[in-house]
Nanobody, 124 residues
Framework: QVQLVESGGGLVQAGGSLRLSCAAS????????MAWFRQAPGKEREFVGG????????LYADSVKGRFTFSRDNAKNTVYLQMNSLKPEDTGVYYC?????????????????WGQGAQVTVSS
């Protein structure tokens, strides 16, 4: 069983920045590609993007491309989401997730483990 624990998030004004962290409790962290999803109130969970096991390949949703950056530190079993130029429409609960499926799947059922979620609120 893998536990993913998220930290960071909070309230920020439009144009500001936040960083989320997601720490995994597994010695086999490199087995997993990691992804970030977000869910706004009343909406379905949305794929934000992903990073492969080594960190040298990433995929971003069009809505965040150029503003968000994924990275990972396998020595610390941690993946990061750096969010810049935040917009009110970025508001939601952000989840990290782990999968052994290749190709950055967008379907939530393909992810084996999920973090508890971190609230990000961007005020206008």
């Amino acid at each position: 069983q893998v536990q993913l624990v998220e930290s960071g998030g909070g309230l920020v004004q439009a144009g500001g920045s936040l960083r989320l962290s997601c720490a995994a409790s597994t010695p086999t962290f490199t087995r997993y590609a990691m992804a970030w999803f977000r869910q706004a109130p009343g909406k379905e969970r949305e794929f934000v993007g992903g990073i492969n096991w080594s960190g040298d390949s990433t995929l971003y949703a069009d809505s965040v491309k150029g503003r968000f950056t994924f990275s990972r530190d396998n020595a610390k079993n941690t993946v990061y989401l750096q969010m810049n130029s935040l917009k009110p429409e970025d508001t939601g609960v952000y989840y990290c997730a782990a999968t052994e499926v290749l190709g950055f799947p967008r379907r939530t059922f393909l992810y084996d483990y999920w973090g508890q979620g971190a609230q990000v609120t961007v005020s206008s």
